[in-house]
């Protein structure tokens, strides 16, 4: 039973080893250990708060990057309605332009018949005139060709001129 009851001395020895290890760790390990667990600490808790801060950084970035993208999608809204205005406007002008070039060409051609109207018109009289002169001389050739009837018809003539 030795091994389970100590001796008196080996007890003292254990007590004395243990307590000059205990004095050397306190000496020499203690403050290292202390000071290693409370850096260790500290930058657990700077750590800690530099990921609060990120997270609030973050929050923030995202608030912003949402009223950055309302703004940019109102921009984009207003820019397509001012397109739309501009092009209906263009389309607007577009057809006034081509609806005043047409009555323009309209006009231009309602003239222009006009005149060739009146050319003809007078081409046709012109001609007329011409077709009459040509049969009434062929009437009046056929008519007087007998040297009676024609002395006959110019008496008559001349007879009609001094009367009136």
Known sequence: MGLVTPDYGLIVWMLLSFSILLFVLKKFAWKPILQGLKGREDSIAKA???????RLEMQQLEQRNREMAEQAR?????????????RERLVEDAKEEARQEAQRMTEKARAAIEQEKLAASKELQQ???KLAVEMSEKILRQHLSAEEKRTEYLDRLISEININ
């Open 74 to 86: 109102i921009e984009r809204e207003r820019s397509m309605a001012e397109v739309k205005q501009l």
């Open 48 to 54: 800690l708060q530099q990921a609060e801060q990120a």
């Open 127 to 129: 001609y007329a005139a």
